[in-house]
């Protein structure tokens, strides 16, 4: 297999973890627009969800991670950036049970069951001396993911982020226009917009690449930039 085979009409599920953060929200939106996949579990208390793709797997339930081994997914998107909290359910769960604890056991039992491909959404602050709790968990999770026998991981660790809705659309097209005017330097430092990093995660991960693969907030933004032209 090779990077430049992809799938393109549906054949694949997938399973999203953080579907109420605000990554999560995004890319869950890109997943049932996709074509490809004709099936989405999300892990929650009791699902706010009604869309025909979405099955919802109890996190209430005791034999959470038993279950999981009997879910067959392809794709594992893993949205736990540091700064995209804005998360419904769990809240009853510590900092590393959320970013570490939950999503490792998830994995393992996936990855049982024959998922192939991991995508997390982490953070550009993780490093291994680092003070913050939440930040130490991030680092644990892709260590893991890292050391699992799997066909691909993609960490992408962006630093900035942004929610613009549309109400704000005449200061989208103005960050755009500056944009396209910056040096290169700032062009790849500024905020990534959610909804465009969903886009490109979904997307990416349609095409059969092995390996593990880190992607930094400059890799990010030349992707973004790159989208965004096609």
């Not at 049982?112 to 550009?124: C, E, I, R, T």
């Not at 993780?126 to 699992?148: G, I, N, P, Q, W």
Request: aromatic share 10%; charged share 25%; proline share 3%.
């Amino acid at each position: 297999m090779t990077a430049e085979l992809r799938l393109t009409k549906g054949s694949k599920s997938a399973l999203l973890w953080g579907h109420d953060t605000l990554v999560g929200r995004a890319c869950l939106d890109q997943l049932l627009q996709h074509t490809t996949y004709d099936r989405i579990y999300i892990v929650a208390d009791i699902s706010p969800l009604t869309e025909s793709k979405i099955r919802c797997i109890s996190a209430a339930d005791q034999t959470l991670f038993d279950a999981l081994q009997k879910v067959v997914v392809q794709d594992v998107f893993l949205c736990v950036h540091l700064f995209a909290k804005s998360r419904e359910s769990f809240r009853g769960l510590s900092k590393i049970e959320w970013h570490y604890t939950y999503p490792a056991k998830i994995m393992i039992a996936l990855s049982k069951a024959g998922a192939s491909q991991v995508v997390l959404v982490s953070s550009a602050y993780t490093f291994t001396d680092v003070l913050s709790y939440s930040m130490r968990a991030l680092v644990e999770l892709e260590l893991f993911l890292h050391k699992m026998d799997l066909w691909s991981a993609s960490i992408y660790k962006p630093a900035f982020v942004s929610s613009l809705d549309d109400r704000e659309a005449p200061l989208l097209k103005f960050l755009d226009a500056v944009e396209s005017r910056a040096p290169e330097i700032i062009r790849n430092s500024a905020p990534v917009d959610i909804r465009l990093l969903a886009k490109v995660i979904v997307d990416r991960a349609q095409s059969f690449e092995q390996g593990y693969n880190t992607l930094n907030h400059k890799d990010i933004s030349k992707l973004v930039n790159t989208f965004k032209a096609k």
